[in-house]
């Protein structure tokens, strides 16, 4: 919702938004944020991770608008990768959404996503705002160290200007900076750009949202001035605290400093 409400220029970094002291009727529903926020900067709606913010920015966009740009980024479609079994995720067009989705969707719920569409669209935002189409692997070799293949960079096309990615890509940085919800990702000497995530899981019985299991993540690229490495951390159902600043975003820079040592 942001790349595409930044692009389509329907809001502005600064621009305030009422978050409603943690709770927004909305589609006949109730829209709750964890923690209770009044007026809140488009930005720092991404750094502090408002349900009730999103829902808000993605209503400046309408169901059209906002679900062109979800597809643009790749959701709802196969990347192809070279790898057997890829689904496409879940994402149904704005005839079938009920009313309440044009918010829920804005934070997450009501599509489902696979990793690899996940990390393609964080990267896309680190490319300045083209999308790449993903490989397994760079080179293969034979035996002898002779390259037998070379798998060369393959464009799937421009989903935002390369002015609102780095527009994108600099609010990305604030939510790992103190204050964000991505803290504890912040990687000394190196600017990162990164979003936490905290899904609820289906239940299976009930078909419906459960109160207990989450999906946590943590996604994101350095340097942030000019992205090396894109990496997504997910945690299937984590025990005791559950958001994705907590339990995912360490995981990252673990792995963001082992790749540090050997870049």
């Known amino acids: 919702f942001a790349s595409s409400a930044l692009e389509e220029k ?14 927004y009727p909305f ?6 944020d964890v923690h209770k926020y009044g007026s809140l900067t488009m930005e720092e709606v991404i750094k502090y991770s ?11 966009l309408g169901e059209q608008k906002f679900y062109s740009y979800i597809r643009k980024f790749g959701f709802g479609s196969k990347t192809h990768i070279d790898l057997p079994g890829e689904n496409s995720g879940m994402l149904a067009p704005p005839e079938q959404w009920s009313r309440i989705a044009l918010g829920t969707i804005a934070f997450g719920q ?21 999308m790449m189409k993903p490989h397994l ?28 990615a780095r527009q994108v890509a600099s609010i990305l940085k604030s939510a790992v900076e103190e204050g964000g919800t991505g803290t504890q990702a912040f990687i000394d000497g190196y600017a990162v750009a ?3 995530g905290t899904a609820q899981k289906v239940d299976r019985e009930t078909k419906r949202y459960s109160a207990h299991k989450m999906t946590s993540s943590f996604m994101g690229f350095f340097p942030a001035e000019k992205p090396q490495v894109a990496i997504l951390v997910v945690i299937d159902e984590p025990e005791g605290v559950k958001y994705g600043g907590v339990v995912a975003a360490p995981v990252f820079k673990e792995i963001a400093n082992t790749l540090i040592s050997y870049l």
């Open 194 to 196: 990164g979003k936490t």
């Open 10 to 23: 329907t809001t502005r970094p600064q621009d305030v938004y009422f978050c409603e002291n943690g709770a």
């Open 137 to 164: 692997v760079k080179t293969i070799f034979d035996d002898q160290g002779t390259i037998i293949k070379e798998i060369r960079p393959e464009s799937a096309g421009r989903v935002i200007s390369p002015e609102t």
């Open 50 to 60: 408002s349900n009730i913010g999103a829902c808000k920015i993605a209503q400046t």
């Open 110 to 130: 009501g599509v489902s996503t696979s990793p690899i569409q996940l990390i393609t669209a964080m990267s896309a935002i680190a490319n300045d705002g083209m």
């Open 27 to 32: 589609g006949g529903r109730i829209i709750h």
